[in-house]
T-cell receptor
Framework: GQNIDQPTEMTATEGAIVQINCTYQ??????LFWYQQHAGEAPTFLSY????GLEEKGRFSSFLSRSKGYSYLLLKELQMKDSASYLC???????????FGTGTRLQVTL | DTGVSQDPRHKITKRGQNVTFRCDPI?????LYWYRQTLGQGPEFLTY????????KSRLLSDRFSAERPKGSFSTLEIQRTEQGDSAMYLC???FGGGESGNTIYFGEGSWLTVV
């Protein structure tokens, strides 16, 4: 079966750094995506990891450890507009099927 | 805007009625996916097309659901005899090549279905 775990909610202060963790147990692994989703809107692509290590893209970085079934998304210099849900999704099988976690709702406060 | 577009964005229907959603993927994307998302949950995979061929269907997709992509471009998702449990956001996504190759999968803004 597929199991992807993320914290349900997190709160952080504007200007701070926050790390959102994702652990997975899936049959097959072909990479891991992070998406941002504002309420009522489409998920938008943030990052993709398939090899172990850190991928940095501006204020956002994503890390993957395949042996541990673990990833995190790091958000730096938080802004109010970063308040959203962050979805971890594992690519399984040749169908490129994405299996999503339930998402982490991040609230950025002043 | 040349992103994934979905229509209608919102649909309210009475239980037992049929509904159809349309998705126009990003031009030249050969893969098209349908997902369903309920409040507080991540999207759940329903089905996927490579060009016009429907290659995988989830067990979530009961026989009341049918999806087509007749010419390998736009796709439709039809739900027959809707039930209240069908109330959800139906997301379409597309990509050129597969996510397993790191190709980004782009999502549309979704079609909200409310069954009353």
């Amino acid at each position: 079966g597929q199991n992807i775990d993320q914290p349900t909610e997190m709160t952080a202060t504007e200007g701070a750094i926050v790390q959102i963790n994702c652990t997975y147990q899936t049959s097959g692994f072909n990479g891991l995506f992070w998406y941002q989703q504002h309420a009522g809107e489409a998920p938008t692509f943030l990052s993709y990891n398939v090899l172990d290590g850190l991928e940095e893209k501006g204020r956002f970085s994503s890390f993957l450890s395949r042996s541990k079934g673990y990833s995190y998304l790091l958000l730096k210099e938080l802004q109010m507009k970063d308040s959203a849900s962050y979805l971890c999704a594992v690519v399984t099988g040749t169908a490129s099927k994405l299996t999503f976690g339930t998402g982490t709702r991040l609230q950025v406060t002043l | 805007d040349t992103g994934v577009s979905q229509d209608p964005r919102h649909k309210i229907t009475k239980r037992g009625q049929n509904v159809t959603f349309r998705c126009d993927p990003i031009s030249e994307h050969n893969r098209l996916y349908w997902y369903r998302q309920t409040l507080g949950q991540g999207p759940e995979f329903l089905t996927y097309f490579q060009n016009e061929a429907q290659l995988e269907k989830s067990r979530l997709l009961s026989d009341r659901f049918s999806a087509e992509r007749p010419k390998g471009s736009f796709s439709t998702l039809e739900i027959q005899r809707t039930e209240q449990g069908d109330s959800a956001m139906y997301l379409c996504a597309s990509s050129f090549g597969g996510g397993e190759s790191g190709n980004t999968i782009y999502f549309g803004e979704g079609s909200w279905l409310t069954v009353v």
